[in-house]
């Protein structure tokens, strides 16, 4: 028996009492976006997938194919009726069993879509204000870079952004460097120089991010590099930028006092729009 919200039940009455994703945070993720029936930037997902199940030493199982994960998925987006836009979220968990140490390293996977209301990306709010979340910092790791479920700095940075009537927070690193915003990776213009803080740094391996950096250096005009950012570089930048899958990239108009242009970043973004019609 468990207690369950006040009322004694039957253990198998809920699902969680074992779950190793909802005890321990043994689980990782990957969230896509569906455009007329076709995963995005699909190859770079599964295998951010892939080696992050690696790392985690999750057993891979011999079905998970490329292949199988997208019909999997666009089995369900299909028939939650969603194809023309939606995202959809991979979770892969390690199974019931065990404490710290898992009984064995098998997994299970849950898959979950919803509908987005545009097909395209686009920028949808004109200020966008951000400042910086020092509470609690991410480690310079290699755990940091991949999508575990144990996001509970994105979660509370997300609430202190709430209530301080913010848009988004930049999330820093043990070593006080600007790392990522809460839901993406950051860009910084500086001059003809477009930055963005290396992996090594704690930062998400975003599969945007790798798209804009390979679309920036086409540009011809900016110097594209992956450098540390420090706070006080921000107040020298020209612009600000958030990226990732479902909203492409987010200008950021203002970091405390400093407002900013969103030039570079929309010229990307008809970029990115242009390279997703075309494939």
Request: aromatic letters at 8%; charged letters at 20%.
């Amino acid at each position: 028996m468990i207690n369950f919200n006040g009322t004694i039940v039957s253990e198998d009455a809920n699902i969680l009492t074992q779950n190793r994703a909802f005890l321990y945070g043994d689980a990782v993720f990957e969230t896509v976006k569906i455009i007329n029936n076709k995963i995005l930037f699909l190859e770079d997902h599964y295998f951010r997938l892939m080696s992050s199940m690696r790392v985690v030493r999750m057993q891979i199982p011999m079905n998970f194919t490329m292949e199988y994960l997208e019909e999997q998925i666009l089995s369900l987006v299909a028939r939650n009726q969603v194809l023309n836009s939606s995202r959809a979220r991979i979770t892969v968990y390690r199974n019931d069993g065990g404490y710290y140490l898992p009984q064995n390293n098998s997994v299970s996977f849950l898959i979950h879509s919803i509908a987005l209301e545009n097909t395209l990306y686009s920028i949808e709010k004109k200020q966008y204000e951000v400042d910086l979340y020092k509470d609690f910092y991410i480690t310079k790791q290699l755990l940091s870079s991949i999508k575990t479920t144990n996001k509970i700095i994105n979660i509370t940075g997300s609430i202190f952004a709430n209530e301080n009537g913010l848009d988004n927070c930049l999330l820093l690193n043990d070593s006080k460097n600007v790392v990522e915003a809460l839901q993406g990776n950051i860009f910084m213009l500086l001059g003809s120089k477009l930055v963005t803080p290396p992996v090594s740094e704690g930062c998400l391996n975003g599969v945007m991010r790798k798209q804009i950096l390979s679309l920036a250096k086409k540009l011809g005009n900016l110097e594209v590099v992956e450098e540390v950012i420090s706070p006080f570089d921000l107040q020298k930048a020209d612009e600000l930028f958030i990226t990732n899958v479902i909203k492409g990239i987010q200008p950021i108009t203002q970091y405390r006092k400093k407002e900013f242009s969103t030039n570079v970043s929309v010229e990307l973004l008809a970029k990115l729009n242009e390279m997703i019609s075309t494939t």
